[in-house]
């Protein structure tokens, strides 16, 4: 399956986007979806993630509360409804797939979820969030 994120841009501190993920011929239905982001001179780092068997939701510390993660599998799209949007949210965001039914979640030392990046094989071309005044 190829990815396609998109709808990334320029938005002001406090402002909102909606990112998608499409893969154009496929389903994500079948696949777990989770976004990355990589901000300039970091690496890349897990955002959100979303169930492939039941649905369910993960997020990053940092992201709970302002991002909002969905699926409309009549679309075939994978969302990332993104408000309240800081500065330090500014990346390329990425989405990737796995056919497995589960996000392969971590908690860390001081317990927040994290998913590796090595747990995808199937990446999308990123989309450019900027959050600037």
């Known amino acids: 399956v190829q990815l396609q994120a998109s709808g990334g841009g320029l938005v002001q501190p406090g402002g909102s986007l909606r990112l998608s993920c499409t893969a154009p011929g496929a389903t994500l239905e079948n696949y777990n979806i989770a976004w990355f982001r990589q901000a300039p001179g970091k690496e890349r780092e897990w955002v959100s993630c979303i169930n492939r068997a039941d649905g369910r939701v993960y997020y990053k510390e940092s992201a709970k509360g302002r991002f909002t993660i969905s699926r409309d599998n009549a679309k075939k799209t994978v969302y990332l409804q993104m408000a309240y949007l800081k500065p330090e949210d500014t990346a390329v965001y990425y989405c990737?797939?796995?056919?497995?039914?589960?996000?392969?979640?971590?908690?860390?030392?001081?317990?927040?979820?994290?998913?590796?990046?090595?747990?995808?094989?199937?990446w999308g071309r990123g989309t450019l969030v900027t959050v600037s005044s």
């Open positions: 990737a797939a796995d056919k497995r039914e589960l996000c392969r979640v971590l908690i860390t030392p001081d317990l927040d979820l994290d998913i590796r990046s090595e747990e995808y094989d199937t």
